[in-house]
């Protein structure tokens, strides 16, 4: 009887064991299904074809950050001893980072500030890109005031202009001695950028323009201000790669219009052209940090904006199409060498370049315009 009991007894614990062996995968697939889902969370989605007027809260993690210009940071009250952990790292700054800005008008510092406010609050820009010029003393130093007071970096430009004169030599003065006077200016000035187009432009020869670039880098190395081109992919091969000029510049300001491609067609289908014009700054950009800086798609032709090829469309469609197309591939440009691609809109305003604006001329918004800082 005894036996018979601890047979019993045996039994059932064999029976106990083989249940639970059997409910325990279904356990486990159950939290893998739950990892796997967590981490397909992760990668980028297109953004939907129909976005709100302002961009979307960023993420907590985006919120949370305490370096300069993240979003959710804020410029403290007074300017901090030094540089060091104020910037955030490059890795971060890809997706949308701000807008060019045409600054001929010599805007006022309430109109910079009202502007940046806007760029800031409504689009969670970090950067302000300068276009144009003002040679007003001490416009740039409002500049600097209005990005420190809207915590906006700033990526400067000595400006050539198109008149083929050398007024762009006395800005570059003025410029670095602001930079070097005003206390907040190597707070907020992430680069300088010689430009706009000067290999394309035929300002200057590629080795000129190094020449230009190593000076400037050694009139800002105390203020540890990094210095680029702002300039076309055509405009380096043109000149047979300029690698004199890729080699000197401290990370590369790319000019992105693919409208004026000969096979442009829409703003939605223009990414072989990005892609092409991306591909050849991968390849020859010695794996520097690229932006895309004068960035976008016109809605409107005009005398100086004429397509290249015949089924170029300038709509606002297409301008919208086109900036949703750059977010569709958020995590391509994420995954570029460097760190990341990040772009700006060029521009803020059609009354700043008639078409390419996110705002028109009577200042309401073209499209929805919410696009990702980070996927």
């Not at 007024?167 to 907020?188: C, E, I, Q, Y």
Request: aromatic share 12%; charged share 15%; with cysteine.
């Amino acid at each position: 009887m005894v036996y018979f009991l601890l047979l019993i007894l045996l039994i059932v614990v064999l029976v106990t064991t083989l249940t639970d062996s059997d409910s325990k995968p279904s356990s486990i697939s159950k939290n893998s299904q739950s990892f796997l889902n967590h981490t397909h969370s992760l990668v980028p989605t297109p953004t939907p074809t129909s976005t709100p007027t302002s961009a979307s809260v960023p993420s907590s993690s985006s919120l949370s950050s305490n370096c300069f210009p993240s979003v959710g940071f804020q410029s403290p009250s007074t300017v901090p001893d030094g540089t060091d952990d104020w910037w955030c790292d490059p890795t971060t700054e890809y997706a949308f980072v701000g807008f060019s800005y045409e600054v001929t008008a010599c805007q006022s510092l309430s109109q910079l500030q009202k502007d940046f406010a806007d760029m800031r609050n409504t689009f969670h820009s970090r950067y302000v890109r300068i276009y144009g010029a003002c040679d007003n003393n001490g416009f740039f130093d409002d500049v600097i005031t209005a990005a420190w007071d809207n915590t906006l970096g700033v990526h400067a430009l000595v400006w050539f202009g198109f008149d083929g004169s050398n007024k762009w030599m006395a800005r570059r003065d003025s410029l670095f001695g602001t930079l070097h006077s005003n206390p907040k200016a190597v707070f907020v000035t992430r680069g300088v950028q010689f430009g706009s187009e000067p290999l394309f432009d035929g300002v200057l020869s590629p080795s000129q323009l190094t020449q230009q670039v190593l000076a400037a880098k050694s009139n800002l190395s105390s203020l540890g201000i990094p210095v680029t081109v702002s300039e076309l992919a055509y405009g380096y091969q043109e000149r047979g790669g300029a690698p004199n000029v890729l080699a000197a510049v401290d990370y590369i300001n790319i000019h992105i219009l693919p409208f004026f491609a000969q096979n442009a067609t829409t703003g939605d289908q223009a990414w072989p052209n990005v892609l092409n014009d991306l591909d050849w700054f991968t390849r020859f950009g010695n794996g520097k940090k690229m932006y895309f800086d004068e960035n976008g798609w016109p809605s409107v032709t005009s005398s100086s904006v004429k397509p290249n090829g015949p089924n170029a469309v300038a709509s606002i469609s297409s301008e919208h199409a086109y900036f949703n197309l750059l977010d569709q591939h958020c995590g391509d440009l994420k995954n570029v060498v460097g760190g990341g691609v990040g772009w700006f809109a060029h521009i803020y305003s059609d009354s700043q370049e008639p078409g390419y604006g996110i705002y028109n001329t009577a200042g309401k918004i073209k499209f929805p315009f919410a696009p990702r800082i980070s996927c």
